[in-house]
């Protein structure tokens, strides 16, 4: 039985001499805990360069819902926008995770059209247990139309869809042997995840990196061995989750039981500003990590 938005992806055509270059803005430094850069892009070089992209706009005029084409378009449309990258923070993941974000996909400005966000090792997992690293994405305003797809090493899921439905219209296909309201389960997580990422760029900029500084990588012995390396865009460098301490009873009679950790929920807040309070902008208040203590009486 096939399942939705599921494709297992499959070698496509050889990479030419020069491809990291052609499809890639800069070199970025590793991060640790994170999959390699260049191995992504690698992956987004082998559907660039086995696609064309005006063949893939007709076979998806006649196979809306197909994942092939769904894939083959978003990655093609990365490559050709050479790889932009952010690097999500753990901590601010788990925050994202933790608040309550209903996110209408047409309120979204999409400051940032195309590119993917690299997510931290083994965090988020496909209903396979493996790791999705990446989640990428292309926003076509032209047509109204939203792509994403993720890989979790072999398989890929993705979706496509109109962004003046709200999400009310999905289209995606079955092409796997999974169960499939498991990975229709799956897929709108996997949404939850990227459209949380997009809002929070748009209303906290300043957890948005916009520059990188050069650094100086040397990889043999000598000066002819070193090469110029970037260091990552970060969606929320620097975050830590807030947490709060109950009051100990140690030593006091307080008589009230103990508090197990427990998250408070985040959640957005439509907030007035500007002249008589006219304007309004999305606030996040942040999700909070209450830790477990004994409350005093």
């Known amino acids: 039985m096939a399942s939705p938005g599921v494709l297992k992806a499959q070698r496509m055509s050889k990479k030419p001499r020069g491809w990291f270059n052609e499809i890639v803005i800069r070199p970025v430094v590793h991060?640790?805990?994170?999959?390699?850069?260049?191995?992504?892009?690698?992956?987004?070089?082998?559907?660039?360069?086995?696609?064309?992209?005006?063949?893939?706009?007709?076979?998806?005029?006649?196979?809306?819902?197909?994942?092939?084409?769904?894939?083959?378009?978003?990655?093609?449309?990365?490559?050709?926008?050479?790889?932009?990258?952010?690097?999500?923070?753990?901590?601010?993941?788990?925050?994202?995770?933790?608040?309550?974000?209903?996110?209408?996909?047409?309120?979204?400005?999409?400051?940032?059209?195309?590119?993917?966000?690299?997510?931290?090792?083994?965090?988020?997992?496909?209903?396979?247990?493996?790791?999705?690293?990446?989640?990428?994405?292309?926003?076509?305003?032209?047509?109204?139309?939203?792509?994403?797809?993720?890989?979790?090493?072999?398989?890929?899921?993705?979706?496509?869809?109109?962004?003046?439905?709200?999400?009310?219209?999905?289209?995606?296909?079955?092409?796997?042997?999974?169960?499939?309201q498991v990975v229709t389960d799956f897929n709108q997580y996997l949404q939850s995840i990227f459209l949380r990422l997009i809002l929070i760029m748009e209303c906290r900029p300043e957890l948005v990196d916009t520059t990188s500084e050069l650094v100086r990588v040397n990889r043999g012995f000598g000066k002819a061995q070193a090469q110029d390396f970037y260091q990552p865009l970060w969606l929320g460098f620097g975050y830590r989750l807030k947490r709060e301490g109950t009051q100990s009873s140690e030593g006091s009679s307080g008589t009230h039981g103990s508090k197990s950790v427990h998250w408070r929920r985040g959640f957005l807040r439509n907030q007035p500003y500007g002249e008589g309070r006219q304007q309004r902008k999305l606030v996040w208040i942040e999700p909070v990590l209450v830790m477990g203590g004994k409350e005093l009486s």
């Open 31 to 180: 991060v640790d805990g994170y999959e390699s850069y260049e191995k992504i892009c690698g992956i987004v070089a082998e559907f660039y360069y086995s696609s064309e992209e005006q063949n893939l706009l007709r076979q998806l005029r006649t196979n809306p819902k197909d994942s092939r084409y769904i894939t083959l378009y978003t990655l093609f449309k990365v490559g050709q926008a050479k790889c932009p990258a952010y690097w999500v923070n753990n901590d601010l993941l788990s925050a994202l995770m933790q608040s309550n974000l209903d996110v209408e996909v047409d309120d979204l400005q999409w400051a940032m059209k195309t590119g993917f966000f690299m997510l931290p090792k083994g965090v988020v997992l496909s209903p396979e247990k493996r790791s999705i690293d990446t989640i990428f994405w292309h926003c076509d305003t032209s047509d109204d139309l939203l792509y994403w797809a993720a890989i979790d090493r072999d398989t890929v899921f993705c979706r496509r869809l109109k962004i003046s439905d709200n999400f009310k219209k999905f289209t995606y296909t079955d092409t796997q042997d999974f169960n499939s």
